[in-house]
C-alpha cells in the first residue's frame, strides 16, 4: 500500500473516517466492504500473524517498493498499530478476508495526493492467479471515488511484475508511460510501468 508498496504488484498504497482519541486512548474508525468472495476491513492486531507471514515472503517483499526484505520481527504489529492511526478518508489500508474461512490473504489501500489515488496492495503467494487482487482492485476502484473527491486513481508496477500489470489492466486502469524508479529499499532502479484511471473514465466503464 505506498506505505506498504505492495506484493505482487509492486509499488501502490493505501484509506474514510478519521481516528480520533478520547482520553488518551485512540478511537479507530472502522471501514468494511464487500465483494462476492472478500472482505475489506480495517486489519486488527489479531490480523498480525498472518500479515508477517505474507510480507516476509521474497516473492511479495521484492516485488514491492517499500516492504524491507528481511522483515522486522513483529513488523506486522506496528505496521498495523500505524495504519489505524493514520486512517482517513484520504489514506487507507485494509485486510483482505476470505468470506468463506474468514483467512487474512493480502492487504489493498491508496492514498490521496494532489487530488489522485495511488492504490496499492499485496496477496499471498498461496492465493495468487485466483482473481483475488482484481476482485479487491474493482471495489476499492468504486469506493474512492464514490467516498472521496480523488478525481483519478493510479498505481505503479515493476515491468518484470506481469501479473501485476494484468490486475491493474483488468482493473480499469490504462497504461500511461513507463520510466526507470530508484527503489532505495531494493538498493536499485527498475523499469517500472505507470498505470491510470480518471473518474471519467471510471464512470465509462
Known amino acids: 500500500m505506498v506505505v506498504f508498496a505492495p506484493g505482487r504488484p509492486c509499488a501502490h498504497q493505501a484509506f474514510e473516517e478519521e481516528t480520533k482519541s478520547y482520553g488518551g486512548e485512540i478511537a479507530v474508525d472502522l471501514l468494511e466492504l464487500s465483494t462476492e468472495r472478500l472482505r475489506l476491513r480495517t486489519p486488527r492486531i489479531e490480523d498480525a500473524d498472518a500479515i508477517q507471514s505474507i510480507v516476509t515472503d521474497p516473492r511479495v517483499a521484492l516485488t514491492t517498493a517499500s516492504i524491507p526484505h528481511p522483515y522486522p ?42 487530488m489522485e489515488a495511488e492504490l496499492a496492495y499485496i496477496v499471498s503467494p498461496v492465493h495468487w492467479r485466483r482473481g483475488y487482487a482484481t476482485e479487491a482492485c474493482r471495489e476499492i476502484i468504486a469506493y474512492i471515488f464514490g467516498a472521496t473527491e480523488a478525481e483519478a486513481v493510479t498505481a505503479r508496477a515493476m515491468t518484470a511484475n506481469t501479473a501485476s500489470e494484468a490486475v491493474l489492466r483488468k482493473a480499469g486502469l490504462r497504461w500511461q508511460s513507463e520510466l526507470p524508479v530508484v527503489l532505495p529499499v531494493r538498493s536499485g532502479t527498475f523499469p517500472t510501468s505507470c498505470w491510470r484511471l480518471s473518474r471519467d473514465e471510471f464512470q465509462r466503464l
Do not use: E, T
Open 73 to 114: 520481527d513483529d513488523g506486522a504489529r506496528g505496521f498495523i498499530l500505524h495504519v489505524q492511526s493514520v486512517a482517513s478518508r484520504d489514506r487507507r489500508n485494509l485486510a483482505m478476508v476470505l468470506l468463506d474461512r474468514k483467512d487474512v490473504i493480502g492487504m489493498i489501500g491508496y492514498q490521496i495526493k494532489d
